[in-house]
């Protein structure tokens, strides 16, 4: 019954997306007496299937394998305690409390407990079972969130007919999810139709590479000719004129600020060339030096962002990366780990190439009309924070991303369909430029337009996003998710409902 009801868990997620049977089988276990280990348990292997390619990142970045997977049972092991330990407790509390029907009590639960763990670690929402789904298109009023409730909301009706000895209550089942289905399927028809007679488009070009991380930094010149072939093959193609071209995350893998140096001077060059020549915008990720304003030199103290660079015929403009990767591009709680023997002695023997720091600042970027910001690898994962862009006045989406760290098909799955999340939610396009994962064009639908993941490019056309309600309020259905479940925790922790 434990592997059972973590294989069900798993099968929520990508690469498998299956639909509300995953919350009907684990729904179920909550007649039967479980216990705090059980829940525990039930979620670190679910964590721990879910987020198996860590193992695989952490020897990509340098430390030893057996690290990797005390990663994985640490992380998995905290995940565990914050989000299906508690939920499996209270939901056993409400047990008792059964005035309260939990087909409301026990999907604001989840979601409420969700939004908490979201401020930790945004991976792996539960909702996410309903993305290739009509339903997805409720997100535009919900978020996310509103897709882990109504996940969870079936399976909880049919919870409260077993526990009341009521079968009629099984009729809320249709009559929710009819017409929820038949309204999603017309609004994606709808927001289609809309981006259809829109006559302002701008083409992108984003391309898809396939190197090691090793090659990136040991085969630097090769790797970026190989980049700037494509680039310039792919504008031949398609008639890229005039067009945004994209490149992934540190797809210049060195100082941004020292290609004016002769080592690297060819990069410019090459760069500078192709702008002039064909008038595209040109969006490229690389490493990023300062110090005091000053760039060009390394110093000792120089502060390092990850960046990506929008250059163009008038100038070059910069965003950070803000939402950093804890030990991928920084050490959190130094000060903590400094007092840890073991923690600290492998922190000196396997040091970052170079700590990152973050940035507070939030660019929005114009080209041919059109506004875009972009967005650092799994800062695509944070949907208040994507949302604020939009609000500001983005027009489309960036997404770069560097999924070598992935090292298979699970990680980057996963990855990709967060950003087609973000795509509904916000009613804009999402394009992604990647390598070692899926590049594509999500329209503001959810409908994958084109995609890739194998190497070459991409390319396609996008609009004027829309603005949902959702990117203009936030989170409004969450926060009324947050007030009943405090509600519901003050009342199950002082008496019985009468």
């Not at 927001?191 to 992108?204: F, G, Y």
């Not at 939402?323 to 923690?343: C, D, Y």
């Not at 064009?441 to 995609?451: E, Y």
């Amino acid at each position: 019954m434990l592997f059972l009801t973590s294989l069900f868990l798993v099968l929520s997620q990508p690469p498998f997306l299956v639909p509300f049977i995953p919350s009907l089988f684990v729904l179920s276990l909550i007649r039967k007496k479980t216990d705090f280990l059980f829940w525990f348990l039930s979620g670190l292997i679910f964590w721990a299937v879910t987020l198996n390619w860590i193992p695989k990142a952490v020897k990509t970045g340098g430390f030893p394998i057996p690290l990797g997977f005390l990663a994985l049972i640490l992380l998995s092991s905290i995940l565990s305690l914050i989000s299906t330990t508690p939920f499996g407790l209270l939901s056993e509390k409400f047990k008792s409390k059964n005035k309260i029907p939990f087909s409301i009590s026990v999907p604001i639960i989840w979601t409420a407990i969700e939004f908490l763990r979201f401020k930790i670690f945004p991976w792996a929402p539960f909702g996410i079972q309903l993305i290739n789904t009509p339903f997805s298109q409720i997100s535009e009023f919900t978020g996310i969130f509103g897709l882990s409730f109504l996940s969870l909301f079936p399976a909880s009706v049919v919870l409260d007919a077993i526990e009341r000895r009521k079968p009629k209550l099984l009729f809320i089942i249709p009559l929710i999810l009819i017409p929820l289905f038949f309204m999603g399927i017309l609004r994606e028809n709808q927001v289609e139709r809309v981006l259809a007679s829109q006559k302002e488009k701008l083409k992108v070009i984003l391309l898809r590479t396939d190197f090691s991380r090793q090659q990136k930094w040991l085969e630097f010149r090769r790797t970026i000719e190989r980049e700037f072939e494509t680039t310039e093959e792919a504008i031949g193609k398609v008639g890229g004129e005039g067009s945004l071209v994209v490149w992934p995350e540190t797809s210049i893998s060195a100082l941004f600020d020292l290609l004016n140096t002769k080592t690297l001077s060819f990069v410019r060059e090459r760069m500078e060339g192709i702008i002039e020549r064909y008038g595209v915008g040109m969006i490229v990720g690389s490493i990023e030096g300062e110090k005091s304003g000053e760039k060009g030199v390394i110093y000792e103290n120089t502060r390092f962002f990850n960046s990506a660079f929008f250059i163009t015929e008038g100038g070059i403009w910069v965003q950070r990366k803000e939402k950093l990767v804890p030990f991928g591009e920084f050490i959190p709680a130094r000060s903590i780990i400094k007092k840890i023997g073991f923690l600290e002695r492998v922190i000196r023997r396997v040091k970052l190439s170079v700590e990152l720091s973050s940035w507070g600042r939030r660019e929005i970027f114009d080209w041919r009309g059109l506004k875009f910001s972009a967005f650092i690898c799994w800062e695509i994962l944070f949907p208040s924070y994507v949302r604020e862009a939009v609000k500001e006045g983005a027009d489309f989406i960036v997404n770069i991303s560097n999924d070598v760290w992935f090292g298979g098909e699970w990680g980057v799955k996963q990855h990709f369909y967060y950003a087609v999340a973000r795509a509904i939610e916000n009613r804009v396009y999402i394009v992604r430029s990647v390598n070692k994962g899926i590049a594509g064009i999500v329209s503001p639908s959810g409908k994958v337009i084109s995609t890739s993941n194998k190497e070459g490019y991409v390319w396609g056309e996008v609009g004027r996003g829309q603005k949902s309600f959702y990117s203009v309020y936030g989170d409004v259905f969450l926060y009324l998710v947050s007030f009943f479940a405090f509600v519901f925790l003050f009342f199950a922790s002082s008496k019985k409902i009468d």
